[in-house]
Protein backbone atom coordinates (compact mmCIF):
# COMPACT_ATOMS: atom_id res chain seq x y z
CA UNK A 1 0.00 0.00 0.00
CA UNK A 2 1.26 3.44 -0.78
CA UNK A 3 2.70 5.60 1.69
CA UNK A 4 0.50 8.37 1.08
CA UNK A 5 -2.53 6.41 2.49
CA UNK A 6 -3.56 6.61 6.07
CA UNK A 7 -3.52 2.67 7.37
CA UNK A 8 -6.63 3.53 9.51
CA UNK A 9 -8.75 4.72 7.31
CA UNK A 10 -8.12 2.62 4.02
CA UNK A 11 -9.06 -0.94 3.62
CA UNK A 12 -5.90 -2.10 1.94
CA UNK A 13 -3.32 -4.77 3.03
CA UNK A 14 -0.41 -6.23 0.21
CA UNK A 15 -2.52 -8.96 -0.22
CA UNK A 16 -6.64 -7.74 -0.57
CA UNK A 17 -8.02 -3.98 -0.84
CA UNK A 18 -11.36 -2.86 -1.39
CA UNK A 19 -12.31 -2.53 -5.07
CA UNK A 20 -12.93 0.68 -5.13
CA UNK A 21 -9.04 1.43 -4.43
CA UNK A 22 -7.86 -0.59 -7.37
CA UNK A 23 -5.57 1.74 -9.41
CA UNK A 24 -4.52 3.81 -6.33
CA UNK A 25 -2.82 0.76 -4.36
CA UNK A 26 -1.17 -2.16 -4.78
CA UNK A 27 -2.53 -5.32 -3.64
CA UNK A 28 -2.84 -9.33 -4.73
CA UNK A 29 -6.59 -8.64 -5.29
CA UNK A 30 -9.67 -6.02 -5.35
CA UNK A 31 -12.69 -7.41 -3.50
CA UNK A 32 -16.34 -5.49 -2.97
CA UNK A 33 -16.96 -5.41 0.44
CA UNK A 34 -20.47 -6.80 2.12
CA UNK A 35 -22.56 -4.33 4.63
CA UNK A 36 -22.85 -5.56 7.39
CA UNK A 37 -24.08 -4.14 11.56
CA UNK A 38 -22.97 -4.34 14.64
CA UNK A 39 -25.30 -6.24 17.46
CA UNK A 40 -23.01 -7.00 20.55
CA UNK A 41 -23.10 -3.76 22.94
CA UNK A 42 -19.69 -3.17 21.89
CA UNK A 43 -17.00 -4.54 19.76
CA UNK A 44 -13.26 -4.17 19.97
CA UNK A 45 -11.34 -3.39 16.50
CA UNK A 46 -8.40 -4.75 16.45
CA UNK A 47 -5.34 -3.84 14.93
CA UNK A 48 -4.80 -7.66 13.51
CA UNK A 49 -6.90 -10.71 14.02
CA UNK A 50 -6.10 -11.87 17.32
CA UNK A 51 -7.29 -11.24 20.61
CA UNK A 52 -4.13 -10.02 22.39
CA UNK A 53 -3.57 -7.52 19.15
CA UNK A 54 -3.74 -3.59 19.71
CA UNK A 55 -6.84 -2.03 20.41
CA UNK A 56 -7.54 0.60 17.79
CA UNK A 57 -10.98 1.78 18.59
CA UNK A 58 -14.55 0.45 19.58
CA UNK A 59 -17.58 -0.09 17.24
CA UNK A 60 -21.26 0.04 19.15
CA UNK A 61 -24.39 -1.55 18.92
CA UNK A 62 -26.67 -0.62 15.74
CA UNK A 63 -23.31 0.73 13.43
CA UNK A 64 -22.20 -0.43 9.88
CA UNK A 65 -19.66 -1.51 8.49
CA UNK A 66 -18.23 -3.00 4.88
CA UNK A 67 -16.32 -6.09 5.28
CA UNK A 68 -13.43 -7.14 3.06
CA UNK A 69 -12.22 -10.73 4.49
CA UNK A 70 -12.27 -12.96 6.96
CA UNK A 71 -10.20 -14.66 8.71
CA UNK A 72 -9.87 -17.45 11.61
CA UNK A 73 -13.38 -15.53 13.47
CA UNK A 74 -11.97 -12.21 12.81
CA UNK A 75 -13.54 -9.77 10.10
CA UNK A 76 -11.19 -7.38 8.19
CA UNK A 77 -13.68 -3.95 7.98
CA UNK A 78 -14.34 0.04 7.70
CA UNK A 79 -16.55 1.44 9.84
CA UNK A 80 -18.95 3.45 8.23
CA UNK A 81 -19.49 6.68 10.56
CA UNK A 82 -15.51 7.24 10.76
CA UNK A 83 -14.07 5.34 8.24
CA UNK A 84 -11.92 2.82 10.58
CA UNK A 85 -10.20 0.01 9.42
CA UNK A 86 -9.20 -2.82 11.55
CA UNK A 87 -10.57 -6.34 12.92
CA UNK A 88 -13.71 -6.91 14.47
CA UNK A 89 -14.81 -10.45 15.82
CA UNK A 90 -17.10 -12.10 12.92
CA UNK A 91 -19.81 -13.63 15.61
CA UNK A 92 -21.18 -9.71 16.52
CA UNK A 93 -22.10 -9.38 13.32
CA UNK A 94 -25.11 -9.66 11.19
CA UNK A 95 -26.28 -9.06 7.51
CA UNK A 96 -29.57 -7.94 8.43
CA UNK A 97 -29.37 -4.72 8.59
CA UNK A 98 -31.85 -2.29 10.82
CA UNK A 99 -32.19 1.53 9.66
CA UNK A 100 -31.57 3.25 13.32
CA UNK A 101 -34.12 5.83 14.02
CA UNK A 102 -32.92 6.58 18.07
CA UNK A 103 -29.25 6.51 20.11
CA UNK A 104 -28.82 5.90 23.64
CA UNK A 105 -28.35 9.07 25.18
CA UNK A 106 -26.97 7.46 28.74
CA UNK A 107 -23.79 6.32 29.84
CA UNK A 108 -25.06 2.90 29.53
CA UNK A 109 -28.04 1.01 29.53
CA UNK A 110 -29.98 -2.25 29.11
CA UNK A 111 -32.53 -3.83 26.92
CA UNK A 112 -35.07 -6.28 28.12
CA UNK A 113 -37.25 -8.89 26.77
CA UNK A 114 -40.53 -7.64 28.42
CA UNK A 115 -41.46 -4.13 30.05
CA UNK A 116 -40.31 -5.28 33.37
CA UNK A 117 -36.74 -4.05 35.13
CA UNK A 118 -36.53 -7.29 37.48
CA UNK A 119 -36.40 -9.07 34.29
CA UNK A 120 -32.69 -10.32 33.22
CA UNK A 121 -31.55 -7.93 30.36
CA UNK A 122 -30.46 -9.43 27.19
CA UNK A 123 -27.92 -6.98 26.69
CA UNK A 124 -25.72 -4.10 28.19
CA UNK A 125 -25.86 -0.69 25.63
CA UNK A 126 -23.18 2.01 25.75
CA UNK A 127 -23.56 5.89 24.85
CA UNK A 128 -24.12 6.22 21.36
CA UNK A 129 -25.33 3.14 20.53
CA UNK A 130 -28.52 3.11 17.86
CA UNK A 131 -31.15 1.24 17.47
CA UNK A 132 -34.64 0.86 15.24
CA UNK A 133 -37.15 1.69 17.30
CA UNK A 134 -40.63 0.64 15.90
CA UNK A 135 -43.47 1.04 18.96
CA UNK A 136 -43.84 1.48 22.79
CA UNK A 137 -45.04 -0.18 25.86
CA UNK A 138 -45.86 1.47 29.32
CA UNK A 139 -42.39 3.45 29.92
CA UNK A 140 -40.13 1.13 27.37
CA UNK A 141 -39.53 1.48 23.63
CA UNK A 142 -39.55 -1.75 21.72
CA UNK A 143 -36.59 -2.11 19.47
CA UNK A 144 -37.15 -3.66 15.99
CA UNK A 145 -35.93 -7.16 17.36
CA UNK A 146 -38.34 -7.09 19.86
CA UNK A 147 -36.36 -6.26 23.13
CA UNK A 148 -37.01 -3.01 25.13
CA UNK A 149 -35.16 -0.37 26.39
CA UNK A 150 -36.23 2.27 28.71
CA UNK A 151 -37.29 5.26 26.80
CA UNK A 152 -35.65 8.18 28.45
CA UNK A 153 -32.32 7.19 27.39
CA UNK A 154 -33.31 7.35 24.31
CA UNK A 155 -32.96 10.09 21.98
CA UNK A 156 -33.97 10.21 18.08
CA UNK A 157 -31.26 10.09 15.79
CA UNK A 158 -32.56 13.78 13.74
CA UNK A 159 -32.88 15.50 17.24
CA UNK A 160 -29.01 16.27 18.29
CA UNK A 161 -28.72 17.40 22.07
CA UNK A 162 -27.69 21.54 22.11
CA UNK A 163 -24.55 20.72 24.32
CA UNK A 164 -22.11 18.10 23.30
CA UNK A 165 -20.08 19.20 26.58
CA UNK A 166 -23.09 17.91 28.81
CA UNK A 167 -22.86 14.72 27.35
CA UNK A 168 -19.13 14.54 27.50
CA UNK A 169 -19.87 15.04 31.28
CA UNK A 170 -21.72 12.34 31.90
CA UNK A 171 -18.83 10.14 31.50
CA UNK A 172 -16.89 11.84 34.21
CA UNK A 173 -14.84 9.39 36.51
CA UNK A 174 -15.32 6.72 33.77
CA UNK A 175 -11.74 4.79 33.48
CA UNK A 176 -9.18 5.50 30.50
CA UNK A 177 -9.12 2.81 28.59
CA UNK A 178 -6.66 3.45 25.17
CA UNK A 179 -9.01 2.79 21.97
CA UNK A 180 -12.22 2.87 24.40
CA UNK A 181 -15.26 4.76 23.69
CA UNK A 182 -17.85 3.96 26.17
CA UNK A 183 -18.37 4.73 30.16
CA UNK A 184 -16.19 0.58 31.27
CA UNK A 185 -13.28 2.52 29.23
CA UNK A 186 -12.38 5.50 27.16
CA UNK A 187 -9.80 7.40 25.55
CA UNK A 188 -9.57 11.29 24.94
CA UNK A 189 -10.05 11.50 21.55
CA UNK A 190 -13.33 8.72 22.36
CA UNK A 191 -14.64 11.18 25.10
CA UNK A 192 -15.06 13.91 22.14
CA UNK A 193 -16.22 11.50 18.99
CA UNK A 194 -18.70 10.06 21.48
CA UNK A 195 -20.07 13.57 23.20
CA UNK A 196 -19.84 14.86 19.43
CA UNK A 197 -22.53 12.23 17.75
CA UNK A 198 -25.11 13.13 20.26
CA UNK A 199 -24.80 16.95 19.23
CA UNK A 200 -25.08 15.33 15.30
CA UNK A 201 -21.24 15.69 14.55
CA UNK A 202 -19.98 12.51 13.16
CA UNK A 203 -15.98 13.22 14.59
CA UNK A 204 -13.26 11.91 13.43
CA UNK A 205 -11.75 9.11 16.02
CA UNK A 206 -8.30 10.10 16.42
CA UNK A 207 -6.71 13.48 18.05
CA UNK A 208 -4.63 14.01 14.86
CA UNK A 209 -7.72 13.49 12.77
CA UNK A 210 -9.76 15.86 14.89
CA UNK A 211 -7.25 18.47 15.21
CA UNK A 212 -7.19 18.67 11.54
CA UNK A 213 -11.03 18.35 10.96
CA UNK A 214 -13.02 20.28 14.18
CA UNK A 215 -13.72 23.60 13.93
CA UNK A 216 -11.37 26.93 13.90
CA UNK A 217 -8.13 27.56 15.21
CA UNK A 218 -8.42 30.15 18.28
CA UNK A 219 -5.15 33.15 18.41
CA UNK A 220 -3.11 32.40 21.13
CA UNK A 221 -3.95 34.27 24.43
CA UNK A 222 -8.35 34.32 23.44
CA UNK A 223 -10.53 34.35 26.08
CA UNK A 224 -11.42 30.19 26.18
CA UNK A 225 -15.46 29.06 26.73
CA UNK A 226 -17.59 25.90 27.54
CA UNK A 227 -16.91 23.53 24.43
CA UNK A 228 -13.38 24.35 22.91
CA UNK A 229 -11.18 21.67 22.43
CA UNK A 230 -7.61 22.55 23.47
CA UNK A 231 -5.25 19.82 21.70
CA UNK A 232 -1.63 18.43 22.42
CA UNK A 233 0.11 16.08 20.34
CA UNK A 234 -1.44 13.33 20.94
CA UNK A 235 -4.13 14.04 23.47
CA UNK A 236 -7.15 16.36 23.25
CA UNK A 237 -9.48 17.92 26.13
CA UNK A 238 -13.15 19.77 26.14
CA UNK A 239 -13.45 22.94 27.92
CA UNK A 240 -16.31 23.02 30.49
CA UNK A 241 -15.98 26.85 30.86
CA UNK A 242 -13.46 29.21 30.49
CA UNK A 243 -10.62 27.95 32.42
CA UNK A 244 -11.76 23.81 33.72
CA UNK A 245 -10.69 21.13 31.10
CA UNK A 246 -12.88 17.67 31.16
CA UNK A 247 -10.84 15.15 29.31
CA UNK A 248 -10.14 11.62 29.41
CA UNK A 249 -6.15 11.02 30.57
CA UNK A 250 -3.57 8.95 31.55
CA UNK A 251 -2.48 10.62 34.80
CA UNK A 252 -5.72 9.75 36.64
CA UNK A 253 -6.59 6.55 34.36
CA UNK A 254 -9.93 8.27 34.33
CA UNK A 255 -11.81 11.23 32.87
CA UNK A 256 -11.28 13.74 35.08
CA UNK A 257 -11.91 17.33 35.37
CA UNK A 258 -9.14 20.00 36.49
CA UNK A 259 -7.87 23.18 35.60
CA UNK A 260 -6.46 24.07 32.51
CA UNK A 261 -3.46 25.31 33.82
CA UNK A 262 -2.59 22.42 35.32
CA UNK A 263 -2.69 20.14 32.87
CA UNK A 264 -0.30 22.70 30.81
CA UNK A 265 1.73 22.92 32.98
CA UNK A 266 2.33 19.12 34.13
CA UNK A 267 2.34 18.59 30.34
CA UNK A 268 5.24 20.61 29.50
CA UNK A 269 7.12 18.84 33.26
CA UNK A 270 6.55 15.73 32.06
CA UNK A 271 7.80 16.39 28.50
CA UNK A 272 4.17 16.10 26.93
CA UNK A 273 4.80 19.39 25.11
CA UNK A 274 2.43 22.52 24.85
CA UNK A 275 -0.68 23.34 23.51
CA UNK A 276 -0.37 22.47 19.78
CA UNK A 277 -4.16 24.38 19.56
CA UNK A 278 -7.70 25.50 20.71
CA UNK A 279 -10.17 24.92 18.53
CA UNK A 280 -13.95 26.28 18.46
CA UNK A 281 -16.67 24.09 17.26
CA UNK A 282 -19.78 26.31 16.72
CA UNK A 283 -19.25 26.35 12.85
CA UNK A 284 -18.30 23.01 12.27
CA UNK A 285 -21.22 21.54 14.20
CA UNK A 286 -24.01 23.76 12.58
CA UNK A 287 -22.42 22.57 9.40
CA UNK A 288 -22.45 19.11 9.86
CA UNK A 289 -26.34 19.43 11.52
CA UNK A 290 -27.24 20.56 7.77
CA UNK A 291 -25.37 17.76 6.14
CA UNK A 292 -22.80 20.34 4.71
Known amino acids: MSANFDRRLTPARADLAARHLEGQVA??????????????GVADVKREPRPDAPLDTQVLYGERLTVYDEEEGWAFAQLERDHYVGWVAAN??????????HRLCAPRSFV??????????????PLGAELEIVGDEGAFAVTSEGGLVFRAHLVG????VADFVSVAETLLGAPY?????????????GLVQASLLLAGVDAPRDTDLQEAA??????????LQRG????WRGHVGIMRDGATLLHANATHMLVSSEPLQDVRARNLRSGAGPVTSIR??????DERRRGA
Open 280 to 285: RLSRTI
Open 214 to 223: LGETLEEGAA
Open 27 to 40: AERFVDGVLMQVKD
Open 157 to 160: VGEP
Open 228 to 231: DLVF
Open 92 to 101: VLWREINKPT
Open 177 to 189: LWGGKTSLGVDCS
Open 112 to 125: YPRPNIKEPPLLAL
